[in-house]
């Protein structure tokens, strides 16, 4: 069993920075990818950023590109999403997941519990 615990949402203005935080246990952590994925209401999820299991390798929506960073340090099994310049539309759930590299939401095992973000205008 994989636990993911998020964290490190809150409300921000628009153009401010928020640094999210994704801890897991229960699986080996530094041999898989993982993902980040985001829902705002009535919108279905969609991917914001995946890295491989090294780190070596990102891969973003492209809304987010220059604007997001993710990264993960495999001895605290953590993954971060550094999130700048943030804009209202960014306003989502944000919800971590452990699985295979790919911006597909089904190639995810695990999920967290998610994360509010909220960006006012």
């Known amino acids: 069993q994989v636990q993911l615990v998020e964290s490190g949402g809150g409300l921000v203005q628009a153009g401010g920075s928020l640094r999210l935080s994704c801890a897991a246990s229960g699986r080996t952590f530094s041999t898989y990818a993982m993902g980040w994925f985001r829902q705002a209401p009535g919108k279905e999820r969609e991917f914001v950023a995946a890295?491989?299991?090294?780190?070596?390798?990102?891969h973003y929506e492209d809304s987010v590109k220059g604007r997001f960073t993710i990264s993960r340090d495999n001895a605290k099994n953590t993954v971060y999403l550094q999130m700048n310049s943030l804009k209202p539309e960014d306003t989502a759930v944000y919800y971590c997941a452990v699985g295979y590299y790919s911006s597909s939401p089904d190639r995810y095992d695990y999920w967290g519990q998610g994360t509010q973000v909220t960006v006012s205008s």
């Open positions: 890295i491989n299991w090294s780190g070596a390798s990102t």
